[in-house]
């Protein structure tokens, strides 16, 4: 008995790392994958880099966003940070 008893402090330290970092993560990367999988051509987005921008054209694995009168860039749809509504 304890031998478990021994072992209950880093069970529950294991517990508590889970609650507070593992699965928050897990949920951010949910959402950060749903977000990206919605983008669609007219949305106005921010890149990683701060540059914000309208999206032109959707492929499977880049998008084409202008960002100026005559200025696009094509870039991979990961690089969109967030997809802005229409309040922002």
């Not at 860039?73 to 690089?79: D, H, L």
């Amino acid at each position: 008995m304890e031998g478990i008893a021994g072992f209950l402090p880093i069970i529950l330290l294991f517990v508590i790392f889970y609650f507070l970092l593992i699965r928050p993560q897990q949920q951010q990367q949910k959402r950060r994958k749903e977000m990206l999988s919605n983008v669609q051509k007219g949305n106005r987005v921010v890149t990683i880099g701060g540059i914000y921008g309208i999206v032109k054209d959707v492929r499977e694995d880049t998008v084409v966003v202008r960002i100026a009168d005559n200025v696009n860039v094509k870039m991979a749809r990961t690089g969109i940070e967030r997809i802005l509504g229409e309040e922002e």
